[in-house]
């Protein structure tokens, strides 16, 4: 199942800090190669995995030009999910310690 990049984006953008630049750029970049790397994908699943050339009398049979750039753009991506998926924990760590601080201001406190 592939899931559209706006609603990744949405949740994404939910459980960080908007207000922190890096992070919100973070996620850009993460978005970007995923877009990448789909089209590359899409790619790859319509021409093959390997090619054939022929360059003169020689004839060979040799991997997709893309696969390289998809494992590379993979790497980047769980380099990338991972500095993300920090600043999901901190941001959830700051939203509690604003709740628990918060003054009580019902009737019944």
């Known amino acids: 199942m592939t899931i559209p990049v706006t609603t ?39 021409e093959g995995i390997s090619t054939k050339v022929e360059n003169g009398e020689q004839k060979y049979v040799k991997s997709h030009p893309h696969i390289a750039d998809v494992k590379n753009i993979n790497a980047q991506m769980v380099s990338l999910k991972r500095d993300i998926d920090k600043h999901i924990e901190e941001y959830a760590t700051q939203q509690e310690r604003m709740n628990k601080n918060r003054p009580k201001g019902g009737l019944l406190d």
């Open 8 to 46: 990744l984006r949405k949740h994404i953008m939910g459980c960080i800090n908007n207000d922190d630049l890096l992070a919100v750029e973070m996620v850009d970049r993460y978005l970007d190669l995923l877009t990448l790397y789909r089209r590359m994908r899409r790619k790859i699943d319509q």
